[in-house]
């Protein structure tokens, strides 16, 4: 459909959109929206940035009548996302009378409880904490009529299935669930085969379009203990002053490592990983988002469905372990058509990886010579004190990815502390496997 007004949405949603600049519905947001309207349960599978939040909220708060308990539930993986569906949701509804409450773990659940008490009908979470407080029976889900599960894929990959098979358990046998991906893997069909009625299925884009074309790929590749110096000359040499960029790296050892080496070369970056306080990861969040500019250090926790606008550059300092994690971390630039660069260093042995990111992306990378020079006594073990934390694959065979794994083994109750965990160091092995069939 052309336009929201076709689609029969309020006055209330009408005006909010306005307010909100929306003009006309994205590609998801048409052909969505009518079949959730009609009451058919949607499987939505679409590439990051395409606007899938307002495709289900719309619909959602149209039919949503106001009760004491939660008559939607969104299930989320992660707390930043809950943050972010919040804000969406508490703009649609600025018009509306509707009660909107977001849980996830790490803070106090007093708070949440209270705003449940005082009555809900849009209930936004990440698993663990919905879970909580179900079970102590602070949630009440006998009036949920629409289920979403936002960014199933990544749920999946958090070690979240026996959570959302929990819930999906708990609900009312009548309800639409919506499910929204950004790939279409195995266990994901398998979910919607079990747990929906029926799903009409939009597809957005040829699977293999995963990446997004605007994005500008580069590469260095250089020996492990270079790493630190190219990427100072790559941020020194490349940005300018109106770049805003992401740099990835493997943990959280890391990502701190790299936040002192940046900082040492005065390039005041921000960090965000998944043990800091949700405070101190709320701020860094709020600063990124509202600067014009910057650096943002960041483990997984970042990688996935955080809208950010402006982002410039995707920096990979460790190369992501899953081709499929490439294409999320740089789904965060290159936002809604918007150009976009991404950079990855590799060290000297994995010239495999490079090839398999070029092949299951479906993608070239150009290679970079970066000059070194100015950096050349940086020394990497200063950052990076070894034994510690290795930044490539030496440092997995030493168990490092085995010692943290043990982080999401069973079931993750918080969204949180766990979640984060098991964020930082996505289950990808067997993904990765399942992709090459
Ligand atoms: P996805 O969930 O598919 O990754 P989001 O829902 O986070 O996408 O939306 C991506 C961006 O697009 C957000 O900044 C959002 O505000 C913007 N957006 C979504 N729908 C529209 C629209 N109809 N018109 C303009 N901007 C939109
Ligand atoms: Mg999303």
Known sequence: MENFEQMGLSPDLLKALRAMKFEKPTEVQSMAIPEILKGRDVYV????????????????????????????LVVVPTRELALQTDGVARKLAANSRLHVTTVYGGVSLNPQIDSLDAGTDLMIGTPGRIIDLMERGAAHMDGVRFLVLDEADLMLDMGFIDDIEYILKSMPRTKQTLLFSATSRKEIMDIADRHMNNPFHISVGPDDELVVTSIKHMYAIVPGTKKIATLLAYLKTRMSANSKSIVFARTQIAASALYSALSDFGMSPLLLHGGMTQAKREMAMRRFKNDKSGILIATNVAARGLDISNITDIINFDVPDDPIV?????????????????????????????????????????REQINTDEFKNVSFGKYFQRGRYDSDRQGQSRGFRNDRSGGFRGRSRDGGRGGDRSHDSYRQRGNYRDRRK
């Open 45 to 72: 599978r679409s590439k990051t940035g395409t606007g899938k939040t307002a495709a289900f909220l719309l619909p959602i708060m149209q039919m949503l009548q106001r009760g004491r308990d939660p008559g939607a």
């Open 326 to 366: 490439y294409i999320h971390r740089v789904g965060r630039s290159a936002r809604m058509g918007k150009d976009g660069r991404a950079f990855t260093i590799f060290s000297s042995d994995q010239a495999r990886e490079l090839k398999n990111i070029e092949y299951y992306s479906n993608i070239s990378m150009e």
